[in-house]
């Protein structure tokens, strides 16, 4: 009984902490999209997002293709967004660039 209380107890705790790591949930398009069209993502100051100079992802079609991708988003980040470039490993990162990959005309 007392066996069968702590397994209980140790597989809720797993739940918790599964599900409030956000853990299971990888990066996604969809998060991307979110961030592209967020005016504050990345600690911008100023109003704009990315859609403000790219709507709807419009001229990022081909961006998917250029090995610089990872350069060219903190660019756009650092620059007329007056954000913090990204760590490229992280969540919101990595969604951003699928976001953008997803764009690509195949
Ligand atoms: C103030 C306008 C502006 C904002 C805001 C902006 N960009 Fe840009 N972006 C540009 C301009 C201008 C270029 C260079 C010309 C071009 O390729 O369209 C560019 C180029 C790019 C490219 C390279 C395209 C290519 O094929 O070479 C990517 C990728 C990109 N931006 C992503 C973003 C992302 C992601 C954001 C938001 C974090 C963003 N941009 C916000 C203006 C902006």
Redesign the pocket.
């Known amino acids: 009984m007392k066996l069968t209380l702590k397994t209980l107890v140790s597989s809720v705790c797993v739940v918790l902490i599964v599900s409030c790591s956000g853990a299971g949930k990888g990066p996604s398009a969809e998060h991307g999209e979110k961030?592209?069209n967020d005016p504050e993502?990345?600690g911008?100051l100023n109003a704009?997002?990315?859609?403000?100079?790219?709507p709807g992802g419009k001229?990022?079609?081909?961006?998917a293709g250029?090995l610089?991708?990872d350069d060219?988003?903190n660019?756009?980040?650092t620059?007329?967004?007056e954000?913090k470039a990204l760590d490229k490993e992280s969540f919101d990162f990595r969604s951003?660039k699928m976001?953008?990959e997803s764009l690509a005309k195949l």
């Open positions: 961030l592209f993502f990345a911008s704009s997002s990315c859609a403000s100079c790219h001229g990022l079609e081909e961006a250029n610089k991708l060219l988003i660019r756009c980040i620059g007329p967004l954000g951003l976001y953008i």
